[in-house]
């Protein structure tokens, strides 16, 4: 078994799309990336290559590419899960956390989960999301970006 942690930040930005583990989420903004900028996915895509010790998500799919340009995130995570088992690994379990104000994320977790699980080929229980805010501090807290964190276990 092996241990990985990953993080990432997007700021938000309008007249973008917002997706969040897989789900789009119907609000006034999205957030700004080179892909389709899901936070929580590109968190958990970090966590599983941390595992492995494959570098990270910028590494495999740089931004400078532009067939990376506008990726669907999940397209990226079945990706780095093809890289896994050709590694010799599968997934165990993610345990992950996104930060923002808005918009409310916990209405919408079974979805997420169910989303990420089928990708990462795992039982639904195996795929933890937890929502949280800053309580109005920092950037987050602002309303300038998101934030996800993801421990993932591999086998």
């Excluded at 990953?6 to 309008?14: E, I, M, Q």
């Excluded at 999940?74 to 918009?103: F, M, R, W």
């Excluded at 916990?106 to 989303?115: F, L």
Aim: net charge negative; proline share 4%; glycine share 10%.
């Amino acid at each position: 078994m092996r241990v990985g942690f990953g993080y990432d930040v997007h700021k938000t930005a309008a007249n973008r799309e917002l997706w969040l583990g897989g789900v789009r989420f119907d609000a006034d903004f999205g957030l700004q990336g080179h892909s389709d900028a899901d936070v929580l996915i590109h968190a958990i895509c970090d966590a599983l290559l941390g595992a492995a010790c494959l570098r990270d998500i910028g590494y495999h799919f740089p931004d400078t590419d532009p067939q990376y340009k506008g990726i669907d995130s999940k397209h990226l995570l079945a990706e780095v899960v093809s890289l896994l088992h050709k590694h010799g690994y599968t997934v165990g379990n993610i345990d992950s956390t996104v930060c923002c104000e808005q918009p409310k994320i916990n209405p919408r977790i079974p979805e997420m989960q169910a989303c990420l699980a089928e990708i990462m080929q795992v039982p639904k229980d195996c795929v933890s999301i937890k929502a949280t805010t800053t309580e109005h501090l920092g950037f987050t807290g602002r309303g300038e970006g998101i934030a996800a964190q993801a421990v993932a276990l591999i086998n």
